[in-house]
């Protein structure tokens, strides 16, 4: 495949700040804050580190609650995290963003973000200490996820290998000894499905921000070898997801699962495979959303699934999250963006 794109129409100038950004202490700076954590993502931390919690053995309900939280939240600010140190791709790919158009400060949603994560990881430290270390862990990974995706072979790695770490944290909350989380036959292959899933999910979404990361200096895998060339990758991580997920639901799950929760599994593993169809007629970044769309949903329905089958009591959060991610993707601000 050719590596040679063609010229990317002139892209709009950066937006001008709207008036004061706002500050902490104004309600209208939650608002804008929540639109830069993508509420509709957040469902994609919560399934991931859900696995990880059915892996662990029975705990307390309380606990377990929190930690789901933590960890559903956590991607939300670690979306914000992010975003502080892509407003110059942003402002040509996504202007409607607060931080863009200034209706926020990159030192307040900085601030803010970190405190987020360090109060999720606090409260998954409650369930186990080891997790302040995978916390920080991840949080160094978006840090770093910034200056890497300016290079084709180090963004999606390095962001999935963060996803990956989902299923680990949420195994201590409910496994006190490392020692034995750690050699816990389900835990590589929980790993391995969620850093291969999400892997997808971030190349088909650099297909959406081509015309954005060229004249901004992000050489990802599309910017470098087009976009034909990144659905392929994205393919064969695609099979490595399902692979690994197949490997961990036969290994361990239940056997009265039930045939609602198996077709979802197989819902989710076809979707992740399906939303390479639309992404392989893509020829312009507005044209990526269909394909970005269907594989997040199928992300978060073939993890939800894995908990369910893992532990059938966990099926109890399978509607109310998929209702959710659902209602959020429609709700969202930009169609185009995802």
């Known amino acids: 495949m050719s590596a040679v794109l063609p010229s990317a129409p002139a ?13 902490p202490s104004e309600a209208r700076f939650w608002g804008a804050f929540l639109v830069t954590t993508r509420p509709y993502l957040m469902p994609v931390s919560g ?8 892996i662990a053995p029975p705990g307390n309900v309380a606990t377990g ?3 789901f939280a933590a960890l559903f939240f956590s991607y939300g600010l670690g979306q914000a995290l992010t975003d502080v140190f892509q407003t110059d791709t942003d402002a040509r790919s996504a202007p409607y963003r607060p931080l863009v158009r200034g209706v926020v400060g990159k030192r307040d949603v900085l601030a803010v973000s970190l405190a987020g994560l360090l109060g999720c990881g606090l409260a998954l430290a409650l369930a186990n200490p080891w997790n302040l270390l995978l916390a920080l862990l991840a949080v160094l990974g978006l840090l770093a996820y910034s200056p890497l995706k300016r290079t ?5 790695p390095c962001n999935s290998a963060v996803v990956a770490l989902l299923p680990a944290i949420g195994l201590l909350c409910g496994e006190p000894s490392p020692a034995r989380a750690f050699a816990n036959p389900l835990l590589l292959p929980a790993m391995a499905s969620a850093f291969f899933s999400y892997a997808v999910f971030v190349l088909l979404g650099y297909l959406k921000d081509v015309e954005a990361d060229r004249p901004t200096g992000y050489v990802t895998l599309p910017v470098r070898f087009g976009r034909r060339a990144t659905v392929v990758v994205s393919l064969v991580h695609a099979l490595a997801a399902v692979a690994a997920s197949w490997l961990l639901v036969a290994r361990g799950g239940a056997a009265g699962s039930g045939v609602p929760v198996l077709l979802l599994w197989a819902a989710g593993a076809a979707g992740l495979l399906a939303s390479h169809l639309p992404a392989w007629r893509v020829r312009r970044d507005a044209d990526a959303s269909p ?3 269907g594989s997040v949903v199928s992300f978060v329905a073939l993890h939800l699934a894995e908990a369910a089958l893992l532990a059938p009591s966990f099926g109890l959060l399978v509607p109310p999250v998929l209702a959710f991610v659902v209602i959020a993707l429609l709700a969202r601000p930009c169609r185009e963006q995802v």
Request: hydrophobic share 60%.
């Open 11 to 23: 892209a709009p100038a950066v937006p001008a700040p709207i008036g004061t950004a706002a500050r």
């Open 47 to 54: 399934a991931g580190g859900l696995v990880g919690l059915a």
């Open 65 to 67: 609650a929190l930690a």
């Open 152 to 156: 084709f072979w180090a963004g999606p």
């Open 291 to 293: 394909a970005i769309t």
